[in-house]
């Protein structure tokens, strides 16, 4: 909520089916995707999310937010949902374990001022990005070279790793950006 702040915007917490139908845009943040999943089931809140995003609203989702926003999953479990809000197959745990977590400078397209320093702990990658799907940032070098880790499919972002942990605001802004251009019609 404080980088979307920064950016200036007017983040709200959503817990609600009406506090979601009153915002115009969403960020899915880290954390546990099949945890995060079972909470949008329990507060009646993935099918309503499901329809806002068929329904264009903007949405960034880092980490366990991009599996959710995925259309495929693997290396997930049965009962585990997701919202189909980028045309993306998105392997969960992809880099590793915990001991696994490494850092590099990615170039991310559509920013400017040089690379974004990227931190990823056990987070996902892009196995296959649909055709409507832009590719922002793939891993650069070292034994996951080439891995997309950063999408965007019309007014959805996506990143495998959570920009704010570096104090790097451009996603964010990014999709203030995108939620502005949304709500004007553009």
Known sequence: MAALTHCGADPVLVRRESELAAVD???LPGGESTTISKLLTVFDLLEPLRARLRNG?????????MI?????????????????????TV????????VDSFETDLDFAGLDD???RAVFIRAPWVERAGPGVEVLATVPS??????????REGNVLATSFHPEVTGDLR????????????????
Do not use: K, W, Y
């Open 25 to 27: 845009g969403l960020v």
């Open 142 to 151: 070292g034994p996951c070279a080439g891995r997309i880790v950063a999408v």
């Open 57 to 65: 609203m903007p949405a960034f989702g880092s980490c366990a937010g």
């Open 114 to 116: 040089g690379p974004m």
């Open 91 to 98: 392997r969960r745990n992809a880099f590793g374990r915990q």
């Open 68 to 88: 959710l926003l995925a259309s495929e999953v693997l290396d997930t479990r049965p009962d585990a949902e997701h919202l189909s809000g980028v045309d993306m």
């Open 171 to 186: 996603v964010h802004g990014m999709f203030v950006d995108i939620v502005r251009a949304a709500r004007s019609g553009g």
